[in-house]
């Protein structure tokens, strides 16, 4: 993932009003069952993934690692959130794509 590009989407997300943050509001996206993809910072603990895991387990939530910690997640989303979440399939297809537009 480039990481610019990824940042620079996350703050467009949030700016759209389309980013979840915190682990209580993404755990309750996750138990509603859309399809989504929640991402977490790296230095969000295994116990915080495992338990959102859980809540996910045959739901349609994708999840994946960002590169970088919750300081610099606060700096491009204005939350001081390290578990984050989206619905929108647009912004979910260009985060995993590394912010790549193929």
Wanted: hydrophobic share 40%; net charge positive; charged share 25%.
């Amino acid at each position: 993932m480039e990481q610019d590009k990824i940042l620079t989407l996350l703050g467009f997300c949030k700016k759209a009003g389309k980013l979840v943050a915190g682990t209580e509001k993404v755990t309750e996206l996750v138990k509603k069952g859309a399809p989504c993809l929640v991402m977490l910072s790296e230095d969000i603990s295994p116990k915080t993934e495992k338990e959102l895991r859980y809540h996910a387990n045959g739901k349609q939530a994708v999840f994946i690692r960002l590169p970088y910690n919750r300081e610099t997640v606060a700096h491009a989303t204005a939350t001081t959130a390290g578990v984050l979440a989206t619905a929108d399939e647009g912004f979910s297809k260009a985060i995993l794509q590394g912010g790549n537009n193929k």
